[in-house]
């Protein structure tokens, strides 16, 4: 690597952060070893302002791999969707780097000046920095003086944005406080998309921003799904003009990838209930975006798509507030009509051809028809199972356990917290009888398969955990960990929901045996995994179990099909019926890996959070 004559006077840094990376890019040039990644590593960083701790480098695919934390810098650039720290590649020349991480950013260094060959073999993601860019970052301005740091970080991001994808520059997800609360400035808008446009090196002109910005009504999901289509991270155009985006709009493809785009990132993957009625909605306004609309004629829309006679299996009320959760629609308080928010974006999510929508919309339906046929196969043969069960002796207990727990409440010298745990598991025991009961009663069961109600879901898993205490052996300990004191709504069946719960917390009990412990923690979020719809209820059940092996994990999961490597105890039925209860509800069901601090088995659940819908 050679330097020009004039480097000393033109390109010779003015501070002692640009010496020390220059030396360490030289040192690194003759030599590229772990301590000489190190050593540049900490230079480049500490050159971009950001902490200078030793830097840990890995061996990996012929050369080294360390991570920078002065590239993605949040406090002067707050929508930057890069990690904190970034994977950086180095290798000998005329080597590729091995990305393992193909869904992770990363940068390459590249020890040439100039790297257009390396740029164009370079997977995207994965952006490409040359010996000149990183001179340019340690040179002096025109006048000789030192540039900002500030000013460095930002000319480093726009040397690396066209390696980089949308999504590492946009995010997968919107920011949490894009749709609540008071609505961005146009202004503010307007900066951001072009700053994001800057940085993925397209040029554009502020017509082409503000059009961009109406068609997607500044949708934060919509916004991000239409760069991604408008700039693919192969092939990426230099410029983005009107005429690109007027052949965007008119490709039913392009539409179409759009508006399935912005369906699956704005709802939890299995929200289909939500799906259908944002899909109902675009059907009834695609000629009038400013139209008035009632949950009644929103319904006659899903009537007469449904494959059989009468409404579909859902709750549309608590649905379309999920919809309005996600920025779609406003619905002033007291006022039961629901209202469009943009109708650029009401334009493109319907696209060139409506009937795509009807299509989708006739899908969402029919998944929703299948969901409650397994759900309630599922829940017949999980309380025969539970009938089947019950014997006399059982009952005999279960009751003489009941008459104890009533005469200690009776008791006043009986503490405060004694009584609120004998007040749980008398209800545990109490829905220990009522469930028996339904076992035996066919009429009763379908009754309370269909009957859907708001529950809070924080009560129902501290009466859950309670119970569970009361079957489980002495050395078990059973934790609840709500991180709210306020209840957590969701819309659900009761007995169903109870079902899935029962079952992953049995499983959990069957496998740490005579001892262990296990947890149970109730989150509130923004959004579910990914950033994915509206505010959503995590449920984590972990034990000190022996855990799941990882290999399993994609069979358990649904993402492999067929039988795990190893059959695992029991016959599988209580995992499954869990899963389609939860589908059932719109929720989400994955084993993760193991539990971080019991080391057992670790199982997820999401759940929509709906308010109550208003009543009739």
Same mark, same amino acid.
């Given at each position: 690597?050679?330097?020009?004559?004039?480097?000393?006077?033109?390109?010779?840094?003015?501070?002692?952060?640009?010496t020390?990376?220059i030396?360490?890019?030289?040192?690194?040039?003759?030599?590229?070893?772990?301590?000489?990644v190190?050593t540049?590593?900490?230079?480049?960083?500490?050159?971009?302002?950001?902490?200078?701790?030793?830097?840990?480098?890995?061996?990996?695919?012929?050369?080294?791999?360390?991570?920078?934390?002065?590239?993605?810098?949040?406090?002067?650039?707050?929508?930057?969707?890069?990690?904190?720290?970034?994977?950086?590649?180095?290798?000998?020349? =005329?080597?590729?780097?091995?990305?393992?991480?193909?869904?992770?950013?990363?940068?390459?260094?590249?020890?040439?000046?100039?790297?257009?060959?390396?740029?164009?073999l370079?997977?995207?993601?994965v952006?490409?920095?040359?010996?000149?860019?990183?001179?340019?970052?340690?040179?002096?301005?025109?006048?000789?003086v030192?540039?900002?740091?500030?000013?460095?970080?930002?000319?480093?991001?726009?040397?690396?944005?066209?390696?980089?994808?949308?999504v590492?520059?946009?995010?997968?997800?919107?920011?949490?406080?894009?749709?609540?609360?008071?609505?961005?400035?146009?202004?503010?808008?307007?900066?951001d998309?072009?700053?994001? #446009?800057?940085?993925?090196?397209?040029?554009?002109?502020?017509?082409?921003?503000?059009?961009?910005?109406?068609?997607?009504?500044?949708?934060?999901?919509?916004?991000?799904?239409?760069l991604? =289509?408008?700039?693919?991270?192969?092939?990426?155009?230099?410029?983005?003009?009107?005429?690109?985006?007027?052949?965007?709009?008119?490709?039913?493809?392009?539409?179409?990838a759009?508006?399935?785009?912005?369906?699956?990132?704005?709802?939890?993957?299995?929200?289909?209930?939500a799906?259908?009625?944002?899909?109902?909605?675009?059907?009834?306004?695609?000629?009038?975006?400013?139209?008035?609309?009632?949950?009644?004629?929103?319904?006659s829309?899903?009537?007469?798509?449904?494959?059989?006679?009468?409404?579909?299996?859902?709750?549309?009320?608590?649905?379309?507030?999920?919809?309005a959760?996600?920025?779609?629609?406003?619905?002033?308080?007291?006022?039961?009509?629901?209202?469009?928010?943009?109708?650029? #974006?009401?334009?493109l999510?319907?696209?060139?051809?409506?009937?795509?929508?009807?299509?989708?919309?006739?899908?969402?339906?029919?998944?929703?028809?299948?969901?409650?046929?397994?759900?309630?196969?599922?829940?017949?043969?999980?309380?025969l199972?539970?009938?089947?069960?019950?014997?006399?002796t059982?009952?005999?207990?279960?009751?003489?356990?009941?008459?104890?727990?009533?005469?200690?409440?009776?008791?006043?010298?009986?503490?405060?917290?004694a009584?609120?745990?004998?007040?749980?598991?008398?209800?545990?025991?109490?829905e220990?009888?009522?469930?028996?009961?339904?076992?035996?009663?066919?009429?009763?069961?379908?009754?309370?398969?269909?009957?859907?109600?708001?529950?809070?879901?924080r009560?129902?898993?501290q009466?859950?955990?309670?119970?569970?205490?009361?079957?489980?052996?002495?050395n078990?300990?059973?934790?609840?960990?709500?991180?709210?004191?306020?209840e957590?709504?969701?819309?659900?069946?009761?007995?169903?929901?109870?079902?899935?719960?029962?079952?992953?917390?049995?499983?959990?009990?069957?496998?740490?045996?005579?001892?262990?412990?296990?947890?149970?923690?109730?989150?509130?979020?923004?959004?579910?995994?990914?950033?994915?719809?509206?505010?959503?209820?995590?449920?984590?059940?972990?034990d000190?179990?022996?855990g799941?092996?990882?290999?399993?994990?994609?069979?358990?999961?649904?993402?492999?099909?067929?039988?795990?490597?190893?059959?695992?105890?029991?016959?599988?039925?209580?995992v499954?019926?869990?899963?389609?209860?939860?589908?059932?509800?719109?929720?989400?069901?994955?084993?993760?890996?193991?539990?971080?601090?019991?080391?057992?088995?670790?199982?997820?659940?999401? #759940?929509?959070?709906?308010?109550?819908?208003?009543?009739?």
């Amino acid at each position: 690597m050679s330097t020009r004559p004039e480097f000393t006077s033109q390109w010779r840094p003015d501070d002692e952060s640009g010496t020390a990376l220059i030396k360490a890019l030289a040192e690194l040039y003759r030599n590229v070893s772990a301590e000489n990644v190190r050593t540049f590593a900490n230079a480049l960083d500490t050159h971009l302002g950001a902490d200078a701790a030793r830097h840990q480098v890995e061996e990996y695919g012929g050369g080294f791999v360390t991570w920078l934390s002065g590239v993605a810098d949040y406090q002067r650039i707050p929508q930057l969707a890069l990690p904190r720290k970034l994977r950086l590649y180095v290798c000998p020349d =005329g080597r590729e780097p091995e990305v393992p991480e193909k869904d992770r950013p990363a940068a390459w260094l590249v020890l040439r000046m100039q790297a257009a060959t390396q740029r164009k073999l370079s997977p995207p993601g994965v952006a490409v920095l040359d010996a000149r860019t990183v001179l340019q970052l340690a040179a002096p301005d025109r006048r000789g003086v030192a540039t900002p740091r500030s000013h460095r970080t930002v000319n480093l991001l726009r040397a690396m944005g066209r390696g980089l994808r949308v999504v590492d520059v946009v995010g997968r997800q919107p920011l949490p406080d894009d749709r609540s609360g008071p609505a961005a400035h146009p202004h503010e808008e307007h900066e951001d998309l072009a700053w994001w #446009l800057d940085l993925l090196g397209v040029r554009y002109t502020d017509a082409v921003v503000d059009m961009l910005l109406y068609d997607t009504d500044g949708h934060p999901v919509a916004l991000r799904a239409a760069l991604a =289509g408008l700039l693919p991270d192969t092939d990426r155009p230099f410029e983005l003009t009107s005429e690109a985006l007027q052949e965007w709009r008119a490709d039913p493809e392009a539409q179409a990838a759009f508006h399935d785009s912005v369906v699956d990132r704005s709802f939890l993957g299995s929200d289909r209930e939500a799906a259908a009625a944002l899909r109902a909605v675009l059907l009834l306004i695609r000629d009038d975006p400013e139209l008035t609309l009632s949950a009644e004629g929103i319904a006659s829309v899903l009537g007469s798509s449904a494959p059989g006679a009468g409404s579909p299996p859902m709750e549309l009320k608590a649905a379309l507030s999920r919809v309005a959760a996600a920025g779609f629609l406003r619905q002033e308080p007291g006022d039961r009509s629901y209202r469009w928010n943009g109708p650029g #974006l009401a334009a493109l999510l319907i696209g060139p051809d409506p009937r795509r929508v009807e299509s989708r919309l006739d899908q969402d339906l029919r998944e929703l028809y299948d969901r409650r046929d397994r759900s309630e196969e599922s829940a017949v043969l999980g309380l025969l199972e539970v009938r089947e069960s019950y014997t006399h002796t059982a009952v005999n207990r279960t009751t003489g356990a009941t008459d104890a727990i009533r005469r200690m409440l009776e008791r006043e010298d009986l503490s405060e917290q004694a009584r609120v745990e004998a007040q749980g598991a008398l209800r545990a025991l109490e829905e220990g009888q009522q469930a028996e009961a339904r076992a035996r009663d066919p009429q009763w069961l379908y009754g309370d398969l269909h009957t859907k109600e708001p529950l809070d879901l924080r009560a129902e898993l501290q009466s859950h955990c309670l119970g569970l205490l009361t079957e489980a052996p002495a050395n078990v300990v059973v934790d609840f960990l709500p991180d709210t004191d306020q209840e957590v709504v969701v819309w659900a069946s009761h007995q169903l929901l109870k079902m899935a719960v029962a079952n992953l917390l049995d499983n959990a009990l069957r496998e740490i045996g005579p001892e262990g412990r296990i947890r149970v923690t109730l989150s509130l979020l923004p959004r579910g995994r990914e950033g994915v719809g509206g505010p959503v209820a995590r449920v984590d059940i972990e034990d000190s179990g022996p855990g799941v092996p990882e290999n399993w994990l994609p069979f358990l999961n649904g993402t492999v099909s067929g039988p795990p490597p190893v059959t695992p105890k029991g016959s599988g039925r209580g995992v499954t019926f869990a899963r389609n209860f939860i589908v059932a509800h719109n929720g989400t069901l994955v084993f993760l890996a193991r539990s971080r601090d019991l080391r057992g088995a670790h199982v997820r659940i999401e #759940l929509p959070v709906t308010e109550t819908p208003p009543q009739r």
